[in-house]
Antibody, heavy 117, light 107 residues
Framework: QVQLVESGGGLVKPGGSLRLSCAAS????????MSWIRQAPGKGLEWVSY????????YYADSLKGRFTISRDNAKNSLYLQMNSLRAEDTAVYYC??????????WGQGTLVTVSS | DIQMTQSPSSLSASVGDRVTITCQAS??????LNWYQQKPGKAPKLLIY???NLETGVPSRFSGSGSGTDFTLTINSLQPEDIATYYC?????????FGQGTKLEIK
């Protein structure tokens, strides 16, 4: 069955960096667009970024461009999110999700990123 | 970016009630609209895609309608397990955007 397992979250100081990972299994990883979606504590969902199966097509939410970088390693069935210059407002649970024509049926359990001094 | 506005932000209803949640887009999104259900501490669950198509395994009491800028999620005969927050999401334009959520409670 499809499984998505995020890791890499934790406490980081403002201005710091963190790299999130998402390990995928149960499907042909390279066939699917993958996305990162985040949710600040007690708040709604915010789409962050997506990457095509080959990695050649990437898109980011406007507010995050230049600070976050999405990537994937199809040989390792893994999705990544490199987050730099982190701010308090980046504090959130970060989910990876498998896209199907704009819809997200499969989600990971999420990993919490806390940006605080 | 396309702004998605849900109403109401919160809703209290009784078991067996018919519940309606609306989602308005700031521009035409055709029928590229999803509805998700999220329970506390869990990832969202896809309920409806393409505006009105019920995802496999979702109870038939859930239905979606609308196109263009105005969409509706209806729950017929509310059940206790439907207590959750509901989100709409457009995928007509990048970046994909979500509504702010509607928190559904039982009276």
């Amino acid at each position: 069955q499809v499984q998505l397992v995020e890791s890499g979250g934790g406490l980081v100081k403002p201005g710091g960096s963190l790299r999130l990972s998402c390990a995928a299994s149960g499907f042909t990883f390279s066939d699917y667009y993958m996305s990162w979606i985040r949710q600040a504590p007690g708040k709604g969902l915010e789409w962050v970024s997506y990457i095509s199966g080959s990695g050649s097509i990437i898109y980011y939410a406007d507010s995050l461009k230049g600070r976050f970088t999405i990537s994937r390693d199809n040989a390792k069935n893994s999705l990544y999110l490199q987050m730099n210059s982190l701010r308090a407002e980046d504090t959130a649970v970060y989910y990876c999700a498998r896209e199907r024509s704009g819809s997200y049926y499969y989600w990971g359990q999420g990993t919490l990123v806390t940006v605080s001094s | 970016d396309i702004q998605m506005t849900q109403s109401p932000s919160s809703l209290s209803a009784s078991v067996g009630d018919r519940v309606t949640i609306t989602c308005q887009a700031s521009q035409d999104t055709s029928n590229y609209l999803n509805w998700y259900q999220q329970k506390p501490g869990k990832a969202p669950k896809l309920l409806i895609y393409d505006g009105s198509n019920l995802e496999t395994g979702v109870p038939s009491r859930f239905s979606g309608s609308g196109s263009g800028t105005d969409f509706t999620l209806t729950i017929n005969s509310l059940q206790p397990e439907d207590i959750a927050t509901y989100y709409c999401q457009q995928y007509d334009n990048l970046p994909y955007t979500f509504g702010q959520g509607t928190k559904l409670e039982i009276k």
